[in-house]
């Protein structure tokens, strides 16, 4: 077999990177580090954990789990099978992120330095660091054309090595072995379906791929090829698995603009197809599912207008089970929503995931449950018409209800917006605006396969908890998709990263 090494920035060719303009500045480690925990407790505590056992507050919420970075043992690596990561491979996935899993690309939104001091953070929170160093380190080969021989031959080594036992022998990731997947904490873990559009955890570039297969994800059951196949046959095998893959191409997490087109007329809300929204531009927005799992929406459409006064914010996702669902214990119903930073930031941005107490967020949530009540309340006795209970005199009278006497937005039985306003200082914190203050209108429909959903608000309030605007200014935008039917509800949904929304002057 050929000898095989992976090559990528060096940390000295980062280190000078990061560094270029400030040479005479260059912090030293303990710098560094201290700069990195302080970033780590910002934005990756919330899911990590304090100490980096991946025990954070949201982490019930993910899978698969977030890592547990006192262990040492990374999936994505530029090194044998049960070495350390590099800090290029650890520098390259904060970059990146990890597409199919909660962990998100910091490319966007935090510098080249900031995220060399993460890496350097991280390490500090495993003792095997300190003792070790990387290992097997490989160089990867010049990528050899895809012939269809070489498809053929991959097609081949797919069977051969057993690889449809797990992801199945199409590539749908349905394989016999796939139910009783375990990973090395116990966890179910999900074979990649390779069908999908790439995705792959560790990128999906042909030497990624080509990567993975020669070092094997460490804590999964996927092993490591290297001495088993040759070079030829682990290319092959890469041009094989890549020809599995959807054409869509895949979406990157960060870098989108939602143009707000200034226009002397805005639509009513309830007429997403007028021809003053065929005009704007629109803006393909990839979410991610903090539960992983076939079906999950992964892109949202969105476009936006305002006329010097109010904004409108369009959006489309697919979904081929709406749900209102609303009463039943069983049911959950569809639902999206826009957050904006209440202040914008002058450092760093508010953690992407409902802020935090220094950098609180504004959430324009819009509910299909709700939508559905403009039409007409409904209750118990529409679900169930002959129902026979007790009779209770004073269901509407505040005084016996407390939750109506407290302006409780889902016990009304009046209804006057389908978008909830509400506001969050971090995970498990968000508040609704009382009632006085609920300044948010909107509109759902469900048709030919999809939602859509136009939310309204005036761009500038009196409310010191609503978030601001200004025509030719530009503010961080995050979206939420909630799937009813899939079982979404509360933290349990699709999200993106912070995009940018732009108003045109």
């Known amino acids: 077999m050929t000898r095989t090494s992976i090559a990528f920035l060096t940390s000295t060719a980062i280190a000078g990177l990061l560094m270029v303009g400030v040479a005479r500045d260059k912090p030293s480690q303990d710098e560094l580090i201290a700069e990195g925990k302080a970033l780590y407790e910002q934005y990756c505590l919330t899911c990590h954990g304090a100490a980096g056992a991946g025990d954070g507050e949201m982490a019930y919420l993910s899978h698969p789990k977030p890592r547990d970075l006192t262990e040492g043992v990374y999936k994505v690596r530029s090194t044998q099978s049960g070495s350390v990561p590099t800090d290029d491979d650890l520098y390259r996935v904060i970059s990146n992120g990890m597409p199919g899993t909660s962990m998100p690309a910091w490319k966007g939104d935090l510098t080249n330095r900031q995220r060399w001091a993460l890496a350097q953070y991280v390490k500090s929170l495993s003792p ?73 955890k560790g990128g999906s570039a042909p030497r990624d791929i080509y990567r993975t297969f020669m070092t094997g994800m460490d804590g999964t059951p996927m092993p490591s090829y290297a001495g088993t196949l040759t070079d030829k046959e682990s290319w092959a095998l890469t041009h094989y698995v890549l020809s599995l893959v959807s054409k869509e191409p895949a979406i990157p997490d960060f870098g989108h603009e939602i143009v707000a087109a200034r226009v002397s007329r805005l639509p009513d809300i309830a007429a997403p197809m007028d021809s003053v929204w065929s005009g704007s531009k629109v803006s393909i927005i990839p979410v991610r599912p903090l539960w992983d799992r076939p079906g999950a929406v992964d892109r949202v459409q969105a476009k936006a207008l305002h006329d010097g006064r109010t904004l409108q914010i369009y959006l489309t996702w697919k979904e081929q089970n709406p749900s209102d669902g609303y009463a039943r214990v069983q049911e959950f119903r569809d639902a999206v929503a826009v957050q904006f930073p209440v202040r914008q930031a002058t450092g760093t941005k508010a953690f992407y995931g409902m802020g935090d107490a220094q950098n609180p967020v504004n959430v324009w949530m819009w509910r ?7 039409a007409r309340f409904r209750d118990l006795f529409a679900l169930y018409p002959n129902i026979a209970i007790d009779w209770y005199p004073f269901v509407t009278d505040p005084t016996f209800v407390p939750a109506l ?19 969050a ?25 999809a939602w859509h959903v136009v939310i309204q608000r005036d761009l500038r309030t009196s409310d010191a908890e609503d978030a601001q605007f200004a025509p030719g200014a530009e503010t961080p935008i995050a979206f939420g998709v909630w799937q009813g039917a899939q079982g979404d509800r509360n933290g349990q949904k699709s999200i993106s990263i912070w995009q940018t929304l732009r108003l045109e002057p």
């Open 128 to 200: 095997r660091f300190a003792t070790e160093k990387p290992e097997g380190a490989l160089r990867v080969s010049a990528v050899p054309a895809a012939t269809d021989s070489m498809l053929q031959l991959g097609k081949r080594i797919y069977a051969a090595q057993g690889c449809g036992q797990c992801h199945g022998a199409t590539g749908k990731g349905d394989g016999p072995s796939a139910r009783n997947l375990r990973d090395a904490k116990g966890y179910p873990i999900v074979p990649y379906d390779f069908t999908q559009s790439a995705r792959f």
């Open 368 to 374: 299909a449950d709700w939508q559905a009540d403009l």
């Open 405 to 423: 006497r407290r302006g409780n937005l889902n016990a009304t039985t009046l209804r006057l917006t389908s978008v909830e306003d509400l506001n």
């Open 425 to 449: 200082t971090g995970p498990s914190s968000i508040t609704s605006q009382i009632a006085s203050k609920q300044n948010v209108r909107g509109f759902g429909a469900w048709y030919e396969g």
